[in-house]
């Protein structure tokens, strides 16, 4: 969707390495979802982030939402193999229960 | 159980022909979506139930489709005349009521239209 945009589309990095994924919004967010996909499984969730400046933390995952709650990060730190897949920000609009997503990060990582 | 179920997990059918996608949603959540989601994109939403009521079907592409959920648990997407541009993975996800809930998806059934 144009309303949310991701990036970067693709990411190869060495294991060990830190690295960020972005997902800007066209419009205020309500509440902001992280989600990991592997290749012909469902949608795995990581961390909702609602507040402006809201940051949250899970073993070597941090997301964050800015002040302005338009624009999220995920960052990954000493990415392992296991970080492999697709990440997908989901935005949650006012007024509206359903999930609008990205086109997805396909992260690889390199032993 | 533990988690969203759906079946079946692949499904290949032959244009115009009439498909039912299952999806049976974690025990006590009140909300259940079904989403699209195209190789290569981000799923993309089609209907919303609250229990047995379908609050929002706004993302149907078409007549053709329609869900259920006759007893607010269970709900099945339904497909007919199927056409090639409706291979796609189908995902079920369900959560607690409300805003700022997160969904929890199922593993999607794969259809694919010959």
């Known amino acids: 969707s144009q309303e949310l945009e991701q990036s970067p589309q693709s990411l190869i990095v060495q294991e060990g390495k830190n690295l960020t994924i972005n997902c800007t919004s066209s419009k205020t967010l309500y509440g902001l979802y992280w989600y990991k996909q592997k290749y012909g499984e469902g949608l795995i969730f990581l961390m909702m982030?609602?507040?402006?400046?809201e940051e949250k933390s899970h073993e070597k995952i941090t997301a964050k939402l800015d002040e302005k709650k338009q624009q999220s990060s995920l960052h990954i730190t000493a990415s392992q193999p296991s970080h492999a897949g697709i990440y997908l920000c989901g935005a949650e609009w006012a007024g509206s229960y359903q999930l609008t997503f990205g086109k997805g990060t396909k992260l690889s990582v390199i032993p | 159980g533990a988690g969203v179920s759906q079946s079946p997990r692949y499904k290949v059918a032959k244009r115009g022909q009439d498909v039912a996608l299952r999806c049976d949603p974690i025990?006590?959540?009140?909300?259940l979506f079904w989403y699209q989601q195209a190789l290569g994109q981000g799923p993309e939403f089609l209907t919303y139930f609250q229990n047995e009521a379908q609050l929002d079907k706004s993302g149907l592409p078409s007549d053709r489709f329609f869900a259920e959920r006759p007893e607010g648990s269970v709900s099945t997407l339904k497909i007919q005349r199927t056409q090639q541009e409706d291979s796609a993975v189908y995902l079920c996800?369900?959560?607690?009521?409300?805003?700022?809930?997160?969904?929890?998806f199922g593993d999607g059934t794969r259809l694919s239209i010959l």
């Open positions: 025990s006590g959540h009140v909300s």
């Open positions: 996800a369900s959560s607690f009521w409300g805003l700022n809930q997160p969904q929890h």
């Open positions: 982030l609602q507040k402006g400046g």
